[in-house]
């Protein structure tokens, strides 16, 4: 574990963007100004006026912030990033991006804690351009109000479009009046964290007195006022209750009714017999899961049902009479969510879902998840998990596996926003993005840490290679000439300051392994020194040694070192 001094910390991160608090039970021992900026504070010395943390964390997320620090106190080393919402001292919300690390400090253990100021959240426009247009009903909302809704969601629910709903956006009067009180109690408990949504089937209510069957999911978000929201997403289910229900009312005339039933439900429903052959079927399930799918409706298609019989035999071992499997791969290829309900008398009911286009969208999600918007190279969230998938896969092809990284930040970029502005501070960095991930290979990690401060993972790479490499970075940066917004051609130009160091499977005899977040902190202490030492030049520290290695202009030639 990781011991620091006030001292160090002080040189380390005292002058430093990057906000740093290290704190016991929720109660700063230590920050820096950046960190008090942060939160609203003139300095440091007004911060720890009142150093309690919970002045600045939302109410609703007290005992959830105290039950994280008691975990991490219980465990050893870096706890990862994470995005959290905090208050300034005047109220004003800000968005952080954080990481936790147990650490030895002066008199005992403490919790450091890192921040960067982020703009993002889950906001109305984000939501809307990731399931405006999507099939699926999606609504967010609070205490049962809404707060945004999809046309899919507001025609569902008996309106014109998402425009219309919003006219009335209580969502209490589409449920039973018997049932208001629950509802609006499990949603709270949802809001506040204590209850997960679970997928259920519910009737709703319309304006109109018409009914309408939903399935339903709940999720827990924060939404981008920085309070607690709910997103629940509505599947129209009407045909598929309506089968149901025509079944129960026409038991003696089952055969006919089913097939007919099952032929006009959209969503894919298939009914077996007592030796699990397919009885009757639709279009939809035709094109799911017949081998030859475009003989239906001429002859009837052979299927491939080998997966729903396996399902099927296992909720009957099991003593249940229903089963949900989701994420299925169907024999077409598609991905569906299937629910299979046993028949009494022998046979099942299956009725199966196409997710295959919600998927996507989930991906897409995780792709803006992972992704830094401005440069499109990876964020810190996104570059620790390509960096684990990397060591897993070497580790399981029973590979050594160590890195190269450097760490670079752009000498006087704070001057460059000051007097060109920040649209060509922009245009700069989405710039050395474009430099980095060009001069790289396919294989190699680029990262934006945060403003100007960006990193470079090599796979496989020496120190000596990965300094070379740094060396020609430095240079393809230095001959960045981007004009003003004035068109002045060549005038806004940058230099960068380089740490590089070495990770992985590179420890002492003993096999000692330094890991990314140990990497990371030796490449950034590498970064200062390149910095206290004039700026544009790289320093190369050995992780292994107490001390970095200077190599002052590492790979770059004179004139470019005196820029």
């Not at 005047?90 to 982020?118: C, F």
């Not at 107490?546 to 030639?557: K, S």
Request: with cysteine; aromatic share 6%; charged share 25%.
């Amino acid at each position: 574990m990781a011991r620091f001094e006030k001292k160090e910390i002080d040189r380390l991160y005292g002058q430093s963007a990057v906000g740093v608090v290290i704190h016991r039970e929720l109660v700063a021992l230590y920050v820096n100004d950046a960190y008090a900026r942060m939160m609203g504070c003139r300095n440091a010395v007004e911060f720890m006026s009142g150093p309690e943390l919970v002045h600045y964390i939302p109410p609703a997320f007290h005992r959830e912030a105290l039950k994280l620090y008691r975990d991490f106190m219980n465990a050893t080393g870096f706890h990862g990033w994470k995005k959290v919402y905090n208050l300034r001292r005047d109220g004003s919300p800000v968005w952080l991006e954080i990481s936790d690390e147990t650490i030895d400090w002066e008199d005992g253990r403490a919790l450091m804690t890192t921040a960067q100021v982020i703009e993002n959240g889950s906001t109305a426009m984000q939501v809307d351009h990731m399931l405006g247009r999507s099939f699926i009903g999606v609504a967010v909302h609070r205490d049962m109000n809404a707060l945004y809704v999809n046309d899919a969601y507001a025609t569902l629910m008996g309106a014109e479009n998402a425009s219309d709903f919003m006219k009335t956006p209580d969502l209490l009067r589409f449920i039973a009046p018997e049932l208001r009180e629950i509802t609006s109690a499990t949603s709270e408990k949802i809001s506040q964290g204590l209850f997960n949504g679970s997928r259920r089937r519910e009737c709703k209510f319309l304006d109109d007195g018409s009914e309408v069957w939903c399935d339903l999911t709940d999720e827990r978000i924060l939404w981008h006022d920085g309070k607690p929201a709910i997103l629940t997403t509505a599947h129209d289910v009407r045909e598929e209750v309506r089968m149901n229900n025509m079944l129960v009312r026409n038991r003696n005339s089952l055969q006919n009714a089913v097939a007919e039933v099952i032929r006009m439900v959209p969503t894919a429903v298939a009914m077996f017999d007592e030796d699990l052959h397919v009885l009757h079927f639709n279009r939809e399930f035709s094109r799911l899961f017949a081998r030859n799918p475009g003989m239906y409706p001429a002859t009837t298609p052979e299927f491939d049902v080998s997966g729903l019989r396996l399902i099927y035999r296992e909720m009957v071992a099991a003593g249940h009479d229903h089963a949900d499997r989701n994420g299925v791969l169907s024999p077409s290829g598609r991905l569906t969510d299937i629910r299979i309900n046993r028949l009494q008398g022998g046979g099942m009911m299956v009725s199966a879902l196409d997710v295959t286009d919600h998927k996507e969208v989930e991906k897409q999600l995780a792709v803006l998840a992972s992704t830094d918007p401005l440069t499109e190279v990876l964020n810190r969230r996104g570059f620790e998990g390509a960096v684990n998938r990397l060591r897993d896969i070497r580790r399981l092809r029973n590979k050594k596996w160590h890195f190269g990284i450097a760490v670079l930040d752009l000498d006087y970029f704070k001057q460059i926003n000051d007097s060109f502005g920040h649209a060509c501070g922009d245009r700069l960095l989405q710039e050395v993005a474009a430099v980095l991930r060009g001069a790289l290979r396919d294989d190699d990690l680029v990262v934006r840490l945060g403003g100007e401060e960006f990193a470079v993972l090599l796979p496989s790479a020496t120190g000596k290679i990965t300094q070379m490499i740094a060396g020609r970075l430095a240079e393809m940066i230095g001959d960045i000439r981007l004009a003003d917004d004035a068109g002045n051609a060549g005038v806004v130009r940058v230099t960068a300051s380089i740490g590089v160091t070495i990770g992985g499977d590179v420890g002492d005899k003993n096999g000692g392994e330094v890991d990314l977040p140990t990497a990371l902190l030796v490449a950034d202490r590498a970064l200062y020194q390149a910095k206290e030492g004039g700026r544009n030049r790289i320093v190369f520290a050995d992780p292994t040694l107490p001390e970095p290695t200077i190599a002052p202009n590492a790979g770059l030639p004179e004139d470019k070192a005196e820029d």
